[in-house]
């Protein structure tokens, strides 16, 4: 009796698939062996890490109270500076980072510092700027402003790619400016995904103003590593719980704009 | 004449949005100002003028870089590259179930399951690897396990956010008529779910591990192993002709995985 089998969409070809699979499970196998653990490291560590599930679930707002608030405030303004100055210079990069407006030279200088500025982590970048203009917020603001010119600017740069051409055409035919084309013709239908991706880069500004406070770019980070490190892990819950609780703020207020502007 | 003048002027908004819209971007612009005096208050200044300077220096002491030692970093590539891999796929099997419980279509309940599994997302999501590895390496002590498990931790977020959503997108067609078989749950999910989201799946799972290449090469900088922690031992030296190499090493490593996504990625679609 033949039964029915599902199909396989994706590789039909039973041979390949068996090919895969054991590529696959050597990969795992050589992969996991390379793991080297010291079992008795983490046997001792289990209790800690016990200790930091009970001090997230009982956070310790109290104990750093003044370093936790001037970690987020500064936290905060770091996001809020960079994003704005970051957007702005995003633009021009974005525009001339788009084929179909930016002639060559300015179109390749554009793209390869865009691609530059995507492919360096933030904390590689935070150390070099660290080590250039000294520890605090000042470092921490450059390197969020470079890493969200390198994301807006490329995102910009590919919705302006696939403009309407027609709106643009007709602005152009009333012998409008260059700068009345960009305004009426471009700016209006790539706004509205603009401002929604803006406030989505807000958001990762500040998830990664907590990680480069680890490298001395200011922020929260900081606070959070010293709790860390002291193993206070109620402390480092209740930054934890900031962090989640900011974030789910900026989505739900992201959310809230994005409707509002649409 | 003049009044006439002055309605024929085309505007763009309505009298009342105009100002509203004004009122926004100047209370962004005001926001803006207030953050930066406060953001600077305690920035040296001479720091700042000084860094043109000391950035020649530095490029300086960079170049040229020290290309032998690149001896020294093979095993610490295999390191980061198991890293990504296996923390990708442990990130990917704890985020399936979450998926299916967090979608509007197959939760087992609203009120109940589906928050939970949205807060499960959500801090996934909010907490960066290099925490969790921060978190984790005083816990198990340093090691690619720590790195691994922060990656997967990471990953959970990212994956169930973007695999839930591919689910509730789903054609239920399908789901009915396997529903009307008299298939159980388990069978309805493996028969009519999975086949639609299996390529979103897997182009989701290709994406994030790229995204983890580029974060497991520095998540030794706090001690969880991979090439980031020859960078922070040659950052603690200022061996800058070796930080050079390496940093060079990463940025081929992100190219190359990006380009591999890309391929698999069109290959999916």
């Given at each position: 009796?033949?039964?029915?089998q599902?199909?396989?969409?994706?590789?039909?070809?039973k041979r390949w698939?068996?090919?895969?699979?054991?590529?696959?499970f050597?990969y795992?196998?050589?992969?996991i062996?390379?793991?080297e653990v010291?079992?008795?490291?983490?046997?001792?560590g289990?209790?800690?890490?016990g200790?930091?599930?009970?001090?997230?679930?009982n956070?310790?707002?109290?104990?750093?109270?003044a370093?936790?608030?001037?970690?987020?405030y500064e936290s905060?303004?770091?996001?809020?500076?960079?994003?704005?100055?970051g957007?702005?210079?995003s633009i021009?990069?974005?525009m001339?980072a788009a084929?179909?407006?930016?002639?060559?030279?300015?179109?390749?200088?554009c793209?390869?510092?865009?691609?530059?500025?995507?492919?360096?982590?933030?904390?590689?970048?935070?150390?070099?700027?660290v080590?250039?203009?000294?520890?605090?917020?000042f470092a921490g603001f450059l390197?969020?402003?470079?890493?969200t010119?390198g994301?807006?600017?490329?995102?910009?740069?590919?919705e302006?790619e696939?403009?309407?051409?027609k709106?643009l055409?007709a602005?152009?035919?009333?012998g409008?400016s260059?700068?009345?084309?960009m305004?009426i013709?471009?700016?209006?239908?790539?706004?509205?995904?603009?401002?929604?991706?803006s406030?989505?880069?807000?958001?990762i500004?500040?998830?990664?103003?907590?990680v480069i406070?680890?490298?001395?770019?200011g922020?929260?980070?900081a606070?959070?590593n010293t709790?860390?490190d002291?193993?206070?892990?109620?402390?480092?819950?209740?930054?934890?719980?900031?962090?989640?609780?900011i974030?789910?703020?900026?989505?739900?207020?992201s959310?809230?704009i994005?409707k509002?502007?649409? | 004449?003049?009044?006439?003048?002055?309605?024929l002027v085309?505007?763009?908004h309505?009298?009342?949005?105009?100002w509203?819209?004004?009122?926004?971007?100047?209370?962004?612009?005001?926001?803006?100002?207030?953050c930066?005096l406060?953001?600077?208050?305690?920035t040296?200044?001479?720091?700042?003028?000084?860094?043109?300077?000391?950035?020649?220096?530095l490029?300086d002491r960079?170049?040229?870089?020290?290309?032998?030692?690149?001896n020294?970093?093979?095993?610490?590539?295999?390191d980061?590259?198991?890293?990504?891999?296996?923390?990708t796929?442990?990130?990917?099997?704890?985020a399936?179930?979450?998926?299916?419980?967090?979608?509007?279509?197959?939760?087992?309940?609203?009120?109940?399951?589906?928050?939970?599994?949205?807060?499960i997302?959500?801090?996934s999501?909010s907490?960066n690897?290099?925490i969790?590895?921060?978190?984790?390496v005083t816990?198990?002590?340093?090691?690619?396990?720590?790195?691994?498990?922060a990656i997967?931790?990471?990953?959970?977020?990212f994956?169930?956010?973007?695999?839930?959503e591919?689910?509730?997108?789903?054609?239920?067609?399908s789901?009915e008529?396997?529903?009307?078989?008299?298939?159980s749950?388990?069978?309805t999910i493996?028969?009519?779910?999975?086949?639609q989201?299996?390529p979103?799946?897997?182009?989701?799972?290709?994406f994030?591990?790229?995204?983890?290449?580029?974060?497991?090469?520095?998540?030794?900088?706090?001690?969880?192993?991979?090439i980031?922690?020859?960078?922070?031992?040659?950052?603690?030296?200022?061996?800058?002709?070796?930080?050079?190499?390496?940093?060079l090493v990463?940025?081929?490593?992100?190219?190359?995985?990006?380009?591999?996504?890309?391929?698999v990625?069109?290959l999916?679609?």
């Amino acid at each position: 009796m033949r039964t029915w089998q599902r199909p396989h969409y994706l590789v039909p070809d039973k041979r390949w698939r068996i090919a895969l699979w054991i590529a696959f499970f050597l990969y795992l196998i050589v992969g996991i062996g390379s793991i080297e653990v010291n079992w008795q490291r983490v046997y001792e560590g289990l209790e800690r890490g016990g200790r930091f599930i009970e001090g997230f679930l009982n956070p310790n707002f109290t104990r750093r109270a003044a370093d936790i608030y001037s970690g987020i405030y500064e936290s905060l303004t770091m996001t809020v500076t960079s994003t704005v100055v970051g957007i702005l210079l995003s633009i021009p990069f974005g525009m001339g980072a788009a084929r179909n407006i930016s002639p060559k030279p300015i179109y390749l200088f554009c793209r390869s510092f865009i691609a530059v500025s995507r492919s360096m982590q933030e904390v590689i970048v935070a150390i070099f700027l660290v080590a250039l203009f000294g520890f605090g917020a000042f470092a921490g603001f450059l390197t969020l402003t470079y890493a969200t010119i390198g994301f807006l600017g490329k995102l910009l740069a590919e919705e302006i790619e696939e403009i309407d051409k027609k709106q643009l055409e007709a602005i152009a035919s009333t012998g409008a400016s260059w700068l009345q084309r960009m305004h009426i013709a471009i700016w209006p239908q790539v706004m509205p995904r603009m401002i929604g991706l803006s406030f989505y880069r807000f958001d990762i500004n500040f998830r990664e103003s907590a990680v480069i406070g680890i490298v001395g770019a200011g922020g929260i980070g900081a606070t959070l590593n010293t709790s860390i490190d002291r193993y206070e892990y109620d402390s480092a819950g209740a930054v934890l719980i900031l962090i989640i609780l900011i974030v789910l703020a900026c989505e739900y207020l992201s959310g809230w704009i994005r409707k509002w502007v649409s | 004449m003049g009044e006439l003048e002055q309605k024929l002027v085309w505007e763009s908004h309505t009298r009342r949005k105009a100002w509203t819209v004004w009122g926004f971007w100047f209370s962004i612009v005001l926001l803006t100002v207030f953050c930066w005096l406060e953001m600077t208050e305690d920035t040296i200044w001479f720091f700042v003028y000084d860094a043109p300077v000391q950035a020649a220096d530095l490029i300086d002491r960079m170049f040229p870089p020290e290309w032998l030692y690149i001896n020294k970093l093979y095993k610490a590539l295999w390191d980061t590259l198991n890293i990504a891999t296996l923390g990708t796929l442990l990130g990917v099997i704890l985020a399936f179930p979450v998926a299916f419980l967090a979608a509007r279509n197959t939760t087992p309940s609203t009120k109940f399951v589906r928050p939970i599994a949205l807060f499960i997302i959500a801090s996934s999501r909010s907490i960066n690897s290099l925490i969790w590895a921060l978190l984790l390496v005083t816990i198990l002590g340093p090691g690619i396990l720590a790195g691994i498990i922060a990656i997967g931790l990471r990953s959970i977020g990212f994956v169930a956010k973007l695999l839930y959503e591919s689910i509730e997108e789903i054609n239920s067609t399908s789901v009915e008529a396997i529903e009307s078989t008299g298939a159980s749950r388990f069978q309805t999910i493996a028969y009519a779910i999975i086949p639609q989201i299996l390529p979103a799946f897997l182009s989701i799972t290709i994406f994030r591990w790229d995204i983890n290449i580029r974060e497991s090469t520095i998540l030794g900088l706090v001690g969880a192993g991979g090439i980031g922690l020859f960078l922070s031992s040659s950052l603690n030296v200022l061996a800058w002709p070796q930080v050079t190499l390496i940093i060079l090493v990463i940025l081929a490593t992100v190219v190359v995985s990006e380009y591999i996504s890309a391929r698999v990625r069109s290959l999916l679609i």
